[in-house]
């Protein structure tokens, strides 16, 4: 059907940069009709809102934790869409899912595919 896979996670120190990606596929999966979205899930926390971005890459969307620091970008022709995450915090240590959905959104509800998520541990 749809696989989303994530890769690009690791340990880092606090104020280094990662760059998350996330590849699509499946034979009826249209990339480019698709927003994308990432979210991530901290131990014992729940799955929160990190960034989002629509179709054309027109509509970019951020948590405010987010925002100034990380920056999604898609690339429709690879069926690709990215993480970049720079200054970051222990804070920002969590497992960082990708999805597939209708809208650019903050809630899970909206997305429709998910991939398995990568490990981002920041170390201070």
């Known amino acids: 059907q749809v696989q989303l896979v994530e890769s690009g996670g690791g340990l880092v120190q606090a104020g280094g940069s990662l760059r998350l990606s996330c590849g699509a596929s499946?034979?009826?999966?249209?990339?480019?009709?698709?927003?994308m979205g990432w979210f991530r899930q901290a131990p014992g926390k729940e799955r929160d809102f990190v960034a989002a971005?629509?179709?054309?890459?027109?509509?970019?969307s951020y948590a405010d934790s987010a925002k100034g620091r990380f920056t999604i970008s898609r690339d429709n022709g690879k069926n690709t869409v990215y993480l970049q995450m720079n200054s970051l915090k222990s804070e920002d240590t969590a497992v960082y899912y990708c999805?597939?959905?209708?809208?650019?959104?903050?809630?899970?509800?909206?997305?429709?595919?998910w991939g398995q998520g990568t490990q981002v541990t920041v170390s201070s």
């Open positions: 499946g034979r009826t999966f249209r990339f480019s009709n698709y927003v």
């Open positions: 999805a597939a959905g209708e809208a650019v959104s903050r809630t899970s509800d909206h997305y429709s595919y």
């Open positions: 971005i629509s179709q054309s890459s027109s509509l970019r």
